[in-house]
């Protein structure tokens, strides 16, 4: 099969990438960055350098592909990220027209069923919108869980202040899932056949924050490490001062955080399980994250 993929070599594009060329697959991976095209192709991949804000480019990109695979990069210097997001998307929906491209795994979010209340994930929920109308293209949402490693964002609170924390509860529950798991169920889905307008969810385990803490912080040396959980406000303060994120994409992550707090952003997910499992679970991701805390 020839298999586009959107991502450069992102953490779930590039191992999927791999996945696919392992299984005999021609795979064009688009990157933005003409610095990326030595490494796509020592993959054994063709590299498609240019914008996904360039349609022409995106059409030229897909054109006889089998299968197309479509995400949407961050980009916090959007002034207005939900409508970056759905742009983007619009622009995916035109090249698929254009490029006659029938199947196509698109990376959406767990949460994305709601329209809003779950921050940046709003901007995915278009994204499914936008591409389910198009007519005679077969489109797989696949909609992963929170990301084991965005944990990393911790490390320099960790290292600060001994604790964890953010706007929801210890007793809350996180429903995790590893960027490689997805990568797996991604290159499942576009060697299958699939029809119509469907989603799947990717999740590799759920826990509540106070088994997450433990076994995190038990994996650094710091058992006794705490989770602290905090206003809005600070929430918004932490975010903006350390220079993580700039006012406007903190804003939606607080609002994410209140979506975790209220567990609204897992209720379709519970009323359709079963969902693809991935292998990495909490404890073999601690060791990962030992590893970057520790360098």
């Not at 991949?45 to 030229?60: E, M, R, V």
């Not at 320099?156 to 604790?163: E, R, S, V, Y």
């Not at 699939?194 to 990717?202: A, N, P, Q, R």
């Not at 076994?215 to 903006?240: C, D, H, R, Y």
Request: glycine share 8%.
């Amino acid at each position: 099969m020839k298999i586009t993929l959107t991502g450069s070599l992102g953490n779930i594009t590039k191992p999927l990438a791999e996945i696919l060329i392992r299984a005999g697959h021609e795979v064009t991976v688009i990157s933005s960055n003409a610095d990326k095209k030595t490494a796509i192709e020592a993959l054994g991949a063709k590299a498609s350098i240019g914008s996904i804000a360039d349609i022409p480019f995106l059409t030229n990109s897909f054109k006889g592909a089998d299968a197309v695979y479509t995400m949407v990069p961050y980009n916090f210097g959007a002034e207005n990220y939900r409508q970056y997001v759905a742009g983007i998307g619009s622009n995916y929906a035109k090249a698929i027209k254009a490029s006659g491209v029938k199947r196509v795994a698109n990376l959406s979010s767990i949460g994305a069923h709601l329209e809003n209340g779950t921050g940046p994930i709003t901007g995915l929920h278009d994204v499914e919108q936008i591409l389910n109308q198009l007519d005679n293209v077969a489109v797989k949402h696949i909609r992963p869980a929170i990301f084991y490693i965005n944990f990393f964002f911790d490390i320099a609170l960790i290292k600060g202040q001994n604790i964890m924390g953010n706007n929801y509860g210890k007793e809350k529950r996180l429903v995790m899932v590893h960027p490689k798991d997805i990568a797996t169920v991604v290159a499942s889905e576009l060697q299958q056949s699939f029809t119509g307008k469907s989603y799947c969810y990717v999740v590799s385990e759920e826990r509540c924050i106070s088994d997450i803490v433990k076994i995190l912080g038990s994996a650094i040396g710091k058992p006794e490490l705490a989770w602290v959980q905090f206003t809005n406000e600070q929430t918004f303060a932490g975010m903006t001062m350390s220079g993580i994120m700039p006012p406007t994409i903190a804003n939606l992550y607080v609002e994410l955080g209140t979506a975790i707090d209220k567990g609204i952003l897992w209720e379709d997910y519970d009323k359709n399980k079963p969902v693809k499992l991935g292998n990495t679970k909490l404890v073999d991701f601690a060791k990962e994250f030992a590893t970057v805390y520790n360098n």
